[in-house]
């Protein structure tokens, strides 16, 4: 079999154009071997070859840059099925920035433009030279096809359209016989009508044109593969909502949202036009049986699900009557709650499980389903439960304190996860938990899917120090430090999530595994994702192990300065000067006001008149917390004890440097916000310049190509692992090369008014999203619309004249008009996705949304003891009734064009 390859592309002096594949004829995959492209100019390149080959041959272009350098081209492999003839393959060089990519991944394929039926592909006939047109256009919509038409009779002379086989979807194909008359083909693409036959929309422009002498004279099969359906009505966009499944409440669940909820939550989102649900993480959280586990980012596994989500009854119900009273009265009271009882829900739930298991599980481990479930997960499934039967054996989650099972060791876990175990049902409980788990969600993803709307899933950037993974692979992580983020507006001293910082290095040795198994779980249920804090993956603020402020952090990775470049600054580098805690008594009342003598006396060193350090008791954060709140206990503390504990803290953020733990030799990282600081303000004029130049250049230049190479060394790799639309948090303080790297990878970025992009203006505006990105009025992270609205008179002032265009005085509350008002003008954004949390759409409803504004907000990223406990104060029920309301959001969807299926 001869092939024939053409590609359309427009090289640079230098460049040559390459091919490579699976075929050995087309050189193994080797970038030894590739085929070398002639040029036949007008951007056009050929090379030809002879195989053997049958099946499917993949393949891809690349291009060879004048010193050698390969670039591939981006995407997926090309593939083409061998034949008993000679085939021509036209391609176009894949375009590296193209937006409508994203229209390509699962969310809009398997789910929103996934076609009713599947049109059968029939191939032409190998005894005559023919023309496959093949054409990628997901934007169809159920109940049409495409279609193609043009100046020959088979295509219908510009009329009858020839439907295309959709069987590959959302690849479009069709064989055109010809015939010895048949020369040249003019063409276009069209959507058309299933049941009539009809077109009903003509892409735009020019005709398509394809010379066809070649394949008539050599009786070949030419491949034309084309791209860029040209929609006369622009970008596709939709909208959703997001909310965590625990905030859901439905006359079923019990105390807090369950999987099963969400299929109420599909059924409203059908009646208002929404296109995708954006949920929290769902992992197992469960490390202290208290309200710390309710923080949903810090799981204690990537993979096992939270069994709080499991509704009771559909788990099955127990035979004794009186016992199931008993938990329909305990559901009842937690129902009535107005926030999530976290602890008392997972108490409740966690001796139904029990009972369940005694009564269901000698016939459910039997059973075909629960057997193919536990071979497909067995892999982290025995690891899980090994972690959770020692985690209540030894009553913690800190595996260190675990005797002889600390260090992990397969070959123990597997003997203690042994059928033959007498204590074998503590372990195959939680077998039990997660395959019911996986059924309810299987069940509530179904159901969303067969009405056309999409999930999407959040992957916490972190993993919690306490957890299966830094359990059983310890070596991808860096277990001395600590993530979290630089200070903002939301957390001036930075935020400390307490999660160990990723082992890069270790990681990339096999391809990033840990990171593809983690996204091919998760793809088992979502259709898109975000990646929480997209920053981490080009770097990450790292903390240090006795540090609990974000202020103490530094960039790792990073290029800390030596001493040398320092003063290579003009700053005379003095390490107790800059490196240690700059302590002045006359500063002291302002930290500790009238306990400043005390302080002075109990917790502080005089080194010389008026220079203080802290004893060594006190050197560190922890150590200060330790003391003040001994084993975490907070309900006994003092307003004394609150204001020294958090002085003697402040003192060791006056600092000017803080000296990086990785390099060989001495070198140190700027501190962060060092100009709030005393021991920035008390330095000369002089040197406080030289300071800010330093400053600067560190953080806002120093490491924009070195950052964006880290990036580039991970993200692509990573985000090609599966086919959900990914979607980057990329709030903050972000460097230049972060926009660009989520441009090229066709990551959507975050669009928050409130946190504009532009550190030179106060708000950003939604018409000035890119068309790749979400676009929101508030996050969990933050004040809700209304809780925002009333924190202060005056930014909101400005808000409402310069963002809205009112010229009167801003009303007190964020009032329900007001509220359609921002909503409206975030509808009618560019952004692909406008997705808004649940409070601010009921919001725009006077009579339904909750009187206590306060309690609607998710998190205080400032407060590391924030208890997430939001709960819907209406039920889905009560929402679904909401007929008027429902047709408002419905009206206002449709208008800004974001209801479409296609």
Known sequence: MKLIFYLTYKSEWGQIVCLSGSDPALGSWSTDQYLTMEYAGHDLWRTECDTEASGIIEYKYLIRSENGQLQWEQGANRSLEAA????????????????????????????????????????????????????TAPRVGPGYALGVVGNIDHLGRWSKPLMMSNQKFPNWQVDIPLNEHTRHLRYKYVITELVSGNINTWEEGFDRELDLDEAVSSHALIIKSDTGFRYPVGNWKGAGVALPV?????????????????????????????????????????????????YPYKSISVKALHPMYLNLEKMGKLKDAALMKEFSTAKDKLNALPYVDYVEVTKQKARYFKLIFDQDWPKLSKTKGYKDFFEDNKDWLMPYAAFCYLRDRYKTSNFRLWDGYAAYDQQMISELTSPAQEFHEHIAVHYFIQYHLDLQLKEAVDYAHRHRIGLKGDIPIGISPDSIEAWTEPELFNLNGQAGAPPDDFAIMGQNWGFPTYNWDEMARNGFQWWKGRLKMMEKYFDAYR??????????????????????????????????????????????????????????????????????????????????????????????????TPNGETRNITLKDVLIRDGLMGLLDEVLFIADPYSDKPAYHPRIAMHYTYTYRELDHELRNRLNELYIHFFYRRHDAFWKQQAMNKLPDIVTASNMLVCGEDLGMVPDSVAEVMVQLNILSLEIQRMPKNPKIEFGHPSDAPYLSVCTTSTHDMSTVRGWWEEDREKTQRYYR??????????????????????????????????????????????????????????????????????MILSLEELIEAKEFNELILGMVHIAGRDADY
């Not at 949202?257 to 296109?275: H, I, P, R, S």
């Open 802 to 871: 310069n963002l809205l265009g009112h010229n009167d005085l801003a009303p007190f509350y964020a009032e329900p008009w007001l509220c359609r008002e921002i909503i409206n003008q975030h509808l009618h954004s560019p952004a692909m996705w406008t997705i808004f949390p649940i409070q601010d759409l009921i919001a725009m409803d006077g009579t339904m949304r909750w009187d206590q504004t306060d309690k609607e907000r998710i998190n205080v990223p400032s407060n590391p003891e924030n208890k997430w406990q939001y709960r």
């Open 84 to 135: 008993d003839r000679t085939i021509i393959v036209r391609d176009s060089w894949t375009v590296d920035l193209d937006p409508s990519k994203a229209l390509l991944t699962k969310v809009f394929t398997e789910v929103i433009m996934k076609p009713d039926e599947t049109i059968r592909f029939n191939p032409a006939p190998a005894s005559q030279p023919a023309v496959r047109l093949i054409m």
């Open 246 to 294: 625990f905030s859901l409440r439905t006359r079923e669940s019990f105390g807090v949202g369950e999987f099963n909820d969400l299929k109420k939550l599909v059924d409203w989102c059908t009646q208002t036009g929404m296109k995708m649900i954006q949920i929290l993480p769902i992992n197992e959280t469960v490390a202290t049986h208290s309200w710390l586990d309710s």
């Open 531 to 628: 990646i929480d804090h997209i920053l981490g993956f080009f770097r990450i603020w790292e903390i240090p192990q006795d540090a609990l402020h974000g202020l103490l952090g530094y960039f790792k990775p990073g290029l800390p300065l030596s001493v040398q470049e320092i003063e290579g600054r003009g700053l005379w580098f003095d390490y107790d000067r800059m490196v240690k805690p700059y302590i002045r008594g006359h500063f002291l009342r302002d930290f500790f006001g009238e306990y400043a003598d005390e302080v002075r006396l109990k917790y502080l060193n005089e080194l010389e008149y008026n220079v203080f350090e802290l004893k060594h008791e006190f050197n560190s954060q922890k150590k200060i917390q330790a003391y003040f």
